[in-house]
C-alpha cells in the first residue's frame, strides 16, 4: 500500500491535526502526516507537529498585504514541493479562492464543527444553543468554492444537554470531530469515498 501524502493546514492550537497525526501513525492507515502548514507564525499546532517530527511550514498571509492569490501560490508551490496527495483543513481561518479550490478539487477536506448545512460559518455552538438544537455535531466534507459546503465525507452529532454553555458543548463536539476526521481521511485515502461518490450521495437525499 502506497499511504497518501498528507498536508495539514492550521492557523491555531492543532488537535484536529493532533488528531490526524496520531491516527497516521498507525501501520495500516492508508496516509501519512508529512507537512503542517500554518498561516500563523505563532500557531500553537506548529510545536506539536515538529515534536512529532513532521516538516512545519509558515506562509503568513500578511506580507502578501491583500494579495491572495499570491498567498496562495506560495502555498500551492510548498504543497507541490512537498509532493502532498490529499490537504486536511484543520482549523485554517483563511478562505480560499475559486483558483486554490479548483487545484485541490477532491483532493481537500475541511472539518466544520456542525451538522452542516446547519450552521455554517462561525460561532455554531453558540447558534445552536440559540436556536434550541437538540443535537449538535461536526462534519468532515470536500472543500468547495462556497465555504462549509461542499459533499459529506462523514458526520456525526451528540445531544445538546440542559445546561449546556458554549464552552461545554464546544468540547462534546471537539470529541466527535478527533473521532470522524481520522475516519473520512481514511476512507478518503482509500477511495472508497470521492468527490464524486459523496456528490451522488448528497444528490440522492
Ligand atoms: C475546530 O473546531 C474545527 O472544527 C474548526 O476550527 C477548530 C479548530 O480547532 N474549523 P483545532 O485547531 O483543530 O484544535
Redesign the pocket.
Known amino acids: 500500500m502506497t499511504k497518501k501524502r498528507v498536508a495539514v493546514l492550521?492557523?491555531?492550537?492543532?488537535?484536529?491535526?493532533?488528531a490526524l497525526i496520531e491516527a497516521a501513525e498507525a501501520r495500516d492507515y492508508p496516509a501519512q502526516i508529512v507537512l503542517v502548514l500554518s498561516n500563523e507564525p505563532d500557531a500553537a499546532?506548529l510545536t506539536r507537529a515538529q515534536l512529532a517530527g513532521i516538516a512545519t511550514v509558515v506562509v503568513d498571509h500578511r506580507p502578501f498585504a491583500g494579495d491572495r492569490e499570491a498567498f496562495e501560490r506560495t502555498l500551492d508551490d510548498t504543497l507541490q514541493m512537498h509532493r502532498i496527495d490529499l490537504v486536511c483543513?484543520?482549523?485554517?481561518?483563511r478562505l480560499l479562492t475559486p483558483w486554490f479550490v479548483g487545484r485541490w478539487s477532491g483532493r481537500m477536506l475541511?472539518?466544520?464543527?456542525a451538522l452542516l448545512p446547519q450552521f455554517k460559518g462561525l460561532h455554531t455552538h453558540r447558534r445552536a444553543l440559540e436556536a434550541g438544537a437538540q443535537r449538535h455535531g461536526?462534519t468532515v466534507h470536500f472543500v468547495v468554492p462556497e465555504m462549509d459546503s461542499g459533499p459529506i465525507v462523514l458526520q456525526d452529532s451528540v445531544p445538546v444537554r440542559d445546561g449546556d454553555t458554549e464552552e461545554t458543548l464546544?468540547a462534546r463536539?471537539?470529541e466527535v470531530?478527533h473521532r470522524i476526521y481520522p475516519q473520512a481521511l481514511r476512507l478518503v485515502a482509500e477511495g472508497r469515498v470521492t468527490l464524486a461518490s459523496a456528490t451522488a450521495a448528497a444528490r440522492e437525499q
Open positions: 492550521i492557523s491555531g492550537r492543532g488537535s484536529n491535526m493532533t499546532g483543513l484543520a482549523g485554517f481561518m475541511n472539518i466544520h464543527p461536526a464546544a463536539i471537539l470531530e
